[in-house]
């Protein structure tokens, strides 16, 4: 008897210790996002979506919690997703946006009462619906619609209905990833609904695509942001408008900054809006947002940011009108701050080593979706200095795992530039052994690796590697110039601060030297396909979405201007700029490195062309290649069984190649091969 007792209790207490993750695990993870406060700063609606395995999709719902932490509970059922919550005026009732089926077909504005009852179709409108806005008064909607080409199609039969029509293309920049060829002259516009008639009014005349429309305080105007240059394919300088609330009006130019003016937001008083000045055109694609304010009536707008050589975003107005708070990209961290609209000094709010991805205002409600190294993204509640947590989806699953905090670490490269990075141990790691070794890099380049949960570390954490992640030069959080110093010479100082980190870790004495690895998804997986074309040392690679013949996919991607402005048109600058950043596939001969190239079959961010050349010229000169295509894939790989079969791959190219000790591989339940 006793030592039946003993030998259950023996497989309780090993049943209730931490085990490392395993793929299972990937879906198991619940993402939060989206939280805002209601008026009456009692209560947060926001979103949680999850994995349904059997019908291979994702299911976005509703959630609603008190500030006080004392209930929460979901608000929506249906099958299908519910996004952008936001409360009514008055706070009765929550809105949100979803396509599940109703009187009108497409997304459309829905309405329920927050205090129980099914949620109703508040929209009726044809055409694509992407973004609603209440006005103070409760009595219409902001809506922005791209209408329909062919209006008539849906008086169509269906046999006729489904014949597929020549893409006429007449633009310059004529693709972008998700929404496929851009052609035709309908844009995204902003729409005025009349909650009581429900009828729909065109607020502006001219034909241009809108965004961000946001009421002013009394409900006369609208603020928005529209690119209204001669040629706006080519030269993507959006500024901030203002225009009166009613069908037929006349917009009036408020920034004319050459580059990218974004996200105006009213202060209380209806007297200014602050906004976000970008960097200038050339250099889109190393923006760095800094937050900016001006007069509705017009005059010179201040920035009030200048000093702090760092990117913002997120920015509201506290409820006096004296402050305005936003988020800071900072050097591995993503922090709340808050300047004065005067200007002056940058105070930080909160401290530590975490990533905030929102924040939402609503009088003494400050909720915030915070993530950390070891905690996947959750809503929390500011209180002054301070944050409380506030949900716990994913707790009762990471009580149950054995997770990695990665350290923090630094190094200097042949050029002397010191790059900062994170530095994976594997799970039970034994310190002073050698143990199989990752590079995985970001893509971007614009971004940075931070202190928020990262499920492919933990992976491969949990089956025996080590793992670095580097913010090479062209990253975030270093300030501007860090950002821009890659322009037009992509492929070299990144290769330099990549290869220093991996100089750092196996002079640490971490990285066994002979059991190397690399890879990435996007620049990630460009920036591999450099490092195996200038570094033998690697014995695996992985590029996702990658390209390393950057000529060949000029007019065939979406980032045309880039090339323009960045390398220059072949016949006006030559082609030595585009040789020069084509080193991997003109000297493929060089790669001794087996790797992996995968890429999504509808990708128009970095096609498909970029995976099936380099594994051309990888099965051409003899190098060990694979290629994985997913179909029906964007340039984020959405379907949830490919994202579970990306990983595996992963981890079996790199278990064949590197072959970490079979004691350190979790037990996984199998994959998709």
Request: proline share 6%.
């Amino acid at each position: 008897m006793r030592l039946a007792l003993f030998t259950l209790f023996a497989a309780l207490t090993l049943s209730a210790q931490p085990r490392p993750i395993t793929l299972d695990d990937l879906h198991r993870v619940k993402a939060v996002g989206d939280p805002r406060c209601s008026p009456d700063a009692k209560w947060i609606a926001y979103t949680v979506s999850t994995v349904d395995v059997a019908g291979d999709k994702r299911d976005t719902d509703i959630w609603m919690a008190s500030v006080d932490g004392k209930e929460n509970f979901r608000l929506t059922t249906s099958p299908e997703s519910e996004s952008s919550p936001k409360w009514s005026p008055d706070g009765r009732y929550l809105s949100f946006l979803s396509s599940r089926p109703g009187k009108a077909k497409g997304s459309q504005v829905w309405v329920m009462d927050r205090r129980g009852g099914e949620a109703q179709q508040f929209t009726e409108v044809k055409g694509r619906l992407s973004y609603f806005e209440w006005s103070p008064d409760a009595k219409k909607l902001a809506l922005i619609i791209k209408e329909d080409e062919d209006e008539k199609k849906d008086d169509k039969k269906p046999a006729e209905a489904e014949k597929p029509k020549p893409i006429v293309v007449d633009r310059y920049a004529f693709k972008r990833d998700g929404a496929g060829y851009i052609s035709g002259t309908k844009r995204s516009r902003i729409f005025l609904y009349d909650i009581a008639t429900k009828k729909t009014e065109l607020v502006t005349t001219e034909n241009f695509d809108e965004s961000s429309p946001v009421w002013s305080p009394d409900g006369t105007k609208l603020a928005f942001t529209s690119n209204r240059a001669a040629d706006g394919d080519r030269v993507p300088n959006s500024d901030v408008w203002v225009v009166d609330a009613k069908a037929g009006s006349v917009a009036r130019k408020l920034t004319e900054f050459t580059g990218s003016d974004t996200q105006p937001v009213w202060s209380p008083d209806g007297k200014m809006i602050a906004y976000l000045v970008g960097s200038e055109h050339k250099m889109g694609e190393y923006n760095m947002s800094r937050l900016a304010i001006v007069p509705v009536e017009g005059g010179a707008p201040k920035i009030l940011t200048a000093s702090l050589n760092r990117g913002v975003n997120g920015h509201q107005f506290t409820e006096d009108g004296r402050q305005l708070e936003f988020l800071v990209a900072d050097d591995m961290s993503m922090y709340p701050a808050r300047v004065s609209v005067t200007g002056g000094a940058v105070e930080r709010m909160v401290g530590g080593k975490l990533a905030m991805m929102s924040i939402d205002r609503a009088g003494a409600c400050a909720a915030a979706l915070v993530s950390t190294d070891v905690m996947p993204a959750e809503v929390h509640v500011l209180e002054g200095s301070t944050m409380k947590k506030l949900t716990s989806h994913n707790d009762e699953l990471l009580k149950g795992l054995q997770l990695v905090t990665p350290e923090e670490v630094s190094f200097k490269g042949k050029d002397g530039n010191e790059a900062h990075g994170l530095l994976f141990k594997p799970v039970n790691y034994v310190a002073g052994t050698k143990v199989p070794f990752l590079l995985r890099i970001h893509g971007g380049p614009n971004g940075q690796d931070q202190h928020s949960f990262r499920m492919e570390e933990q992976q491969f954490a949990a089956a025996g590697y080590g793992v670095l992640n580097v913010n090479y030069r062209g990253s975030s959080g270093r300030g501007q110039e860090y950002t821009v110093s890659i322009a037009g010479d992509w492929g070299h100082k990144e290769v330099i601060d990549l290869h220093a980190g991996i100089d750092h870790v196996v002079k640490l004495g971490i990285a066994d030297p002979d059991k190397l690895g690399v890879g990435g998804w996007s620049y990630g997986g460009i920036l591999t396909n450099y490092l195996i074309a200038s570094d033998t040392r690697f014995k695996a690679g992985i590029s996702g979405a990658g390209v390393a013949f950057p000529l060949a996919f000029y007019g065939h991607d979406q980032y045309i201007r880039q090339y323009d402005n960045e390398i220059g048109p072949p016949w006006q600058k030559g082609l030595e700029p585009w040789i020069k950043i084509s080193y991997p596939f003109l000297h493929a001969d060089r790669i001794k490195t087996p790797t992996m190239f995968l890429a999504g079959d509808k990708d128009f961010n970095v096609p498909l062309l970029g995976s099936e050349q380099m594994y051309q010229a990888l099965r051409n000169v003899g190098t060990d290649s694979q290629l994985i295509i997913y179909p029906g894939e964007n340039h984020g790989i959405a379907r949830p069984s490919f994202q579970r079969d990306r990983m595996q791959r992963y981890l079996d190219w790199y278990a064949k190649y590197l072959k970490p000790a079979p004691a350190s591989a979790p037990p996984t339940s199998g994959g998709n091969d």
